[in-house]
Structures are given as structure tokens and as C-alpha cells.
């Protein structure tokens, strides 16, 4: 039986609460300088819970665990590794990650701020994997190196078909002048590059994607 079971259940053996209170007061003691005063409080409740009930609630225990392995050795290590093998190349692909997630809500949103804002913050190795390593965010990166189809001054056509959106829907088969190339940086699908183009014999310009034009024919 663990140490976390519900109180009603019957009272734990000696040795179990005795094993626990000593490895509370290992990780008190191992965290002196690290923890911050909420998780030494913690750990100092915990303590008086076991002392009374002789174990811990599955919340409390879950709560111990993440503090336990905070003050473990091999994770400071570990931890101390990855910031120091932390580099510019990470910081970019970081700030890419955070910049796609501002433009995606609502996931991660408060890392991104954290990453956009400070920029010697380094965020975890956990965090940072999830929040750069997942295949939208590696999509985004591959549409981000992809040169525009079109170029400032050149000319395109408004795609036909019912899968053209925005303003372009209202154009579809005319011709376009590209008056601004956006980036392609925000975005894991295909084509979602940003043009801003000027419809041809129309004085009132409109933003679209790459995916919605087509080169023009040559005459």
C-alpha cells in the first residue's frame, strides 16, 4: 500500500511514516538554497500531515514527487548541462516557436510572452522540445525557408474554385499586381504565405494567400 492512499483506509505501519518523514526532510534539507518558501512550507505541512495522519493525500504526494525530483542531483545536473549547452541557434528557433504560438492561440501563450520579452530567459528542456519540436511548429519552420512565389511588382490570378477565401473569393480568374510579399512564418499549412495585391483596374488593394493565386499567363 502506497503512501498516498485515502485517509480511511487503515492506518499505515510504523516503518512506512517513518521512511516517509525521512525522505521529506532529505528533500527539506537537499533544497535549502534552491526551493523557493511556498515549497519549503510545503514541505514542512507535509511533514505535519504525516506526523498525523501518517500519510499523504495523492495530490500532496504528486506535488512532493515534483519537488523531490526538483532537488535531485542528477536533475540539477542535467538542468545545468542544458543551460549551458544553450545557444543562439536555440534562442532563434525558440523565438520562431513562441512567435507561431502568439500567432496560433491559445497554446503555450505565457512561455511565448516569457521567451518574446526576456531575452536571457532560457526555457526548460521539457518545454522547449514541446513547444519547438512538434510537427506544426517543424512545418512552419520548412513553409518559413520556402522563397515567395511571387515577387513585389509581379503579376498573378486569383485562383477559381470554391476553396478560395477572403477577399480573394470576391476576385476569383482577375489579375493582381503584387504590391507586398509577407512572411511565412506563422502558419504549418502549405501556401499561407501573406500578399497584399491590387486588383487589376482597382484602386482599393487587398491582403491574401500564396495558395489562392497562380502565375498569370504570358501574353
Given at each position: ?8 483506509t487503515a492506518?499505515p ?7 516517509l518523514?525521512e ?8 533544497g ?6 511556498w515549497?519549503r512550507?510545503f514541505l514542512?505541512s507535509?511533514?505535519?500531515n ?7 493525500t495523492?495530490?500532496?504526494h ?9 532537488t535531485?542531483?542528477a536533475?540539477?545536473?542535467?538542468v545545468?548541462?542544458?543551460?549551458s549547452?544553450w545557444?543562439e ?5 525558440a523565438?520562431?516557436a513562441?512567435?507561431y ?5 491559445p497554446?503555450?501563450s505565457?512561455a ?7 531575452s ?16 506544426y ?9 520556402v522563397?515567395?512565389l511571387?515577387?513585389l511588382?509581379?503579376?498573378a ?14 476576385h ?6 503584387v ?10 499549412t502549405?501556401?499561407?504565405?501573406k500578399y497584399t495585391?491590387l486588383?487589376?483596374?482597382?484602386a482599393?488593394?487587398?491582403e491574401t494567400e500564396e ?5 498569370a499567363?504570358?501574353?
Amino acid at each position: 500500500m502506497g503512501y498516498y492512499v485515502r485517509r480511511f483506509t487503515a492506518k499505515p505501519q510504523a516503518s512506512e511514516t517513518k521512511a516517509l518523514t525521512e525522505r521529506i526532510e532529505k528533500v527539506a534539507a537537499r533544497g535549502v538554497s534552491t526551493l523557493s518558501d511556498w515549497e519549503r512550507n510545503f514541505l514542512s505541512s507535509l511533514l505535519g500531515n504525516v506526523k498525523k495522519w501518517g500519510r499523504l493525500t495523492a495530490k500532496q504526494h504528486d506535488i512532493f514527487q515534483r519537488i523531490e525530483t526538483k532537488t535531485d542531483p542528477a536533475h540539477i545536473a542535467a538542468v545545468d548541462n542544458w543551460r549551458s549547452n544553450w545557444n543562439e541557434d536555440m534562442r532563434t528557433k525558440a523565438v520562431f516557436a513562441a512567435n507561431y504560438y502568439k500567432a496560433n492561440p491559445p497554446y503555450f501563450s505565457d512561455a511565448a510572452t516569457r521567451i518574446l520579452n526576456d531575452s536571457e530567459y532560457i526555457p526548460s528542456e521539457k518545454l522547449y522540445r514541446k513547444m519547438v519540436e512538434n510537427k506544426y511548429v517543424q512545418r512552419a519552420m520548412v513553409n518559413s525557408k520556402v522563397a515567395p512565389l511571387f515577387s513585389l511588382g509581379s503579376m498573378a490570378c486569383v485562383r477559381q474554385g470554391q476553396n478560395v477565401k477572403g477577399h480573394a473569393a470576391r476576385h476569383l480568374g482577375k489579375m493582381v499586381v503584387v504590391i507586398e510579399v509577407g512572411d511565412n512564418s506563422t502558419s504549418a499549412t502549405k501556401g499561407t504565405r501573406k500578399y497584399t495585391v491590387l486588383p487589376v483596374g482597382s484602386a482599393k488593394p487587398f491582403e491574401t494567400e500564396e495558395r489562392y493565386l497562380k502565375r498569370a499567363k504570358k501574353s
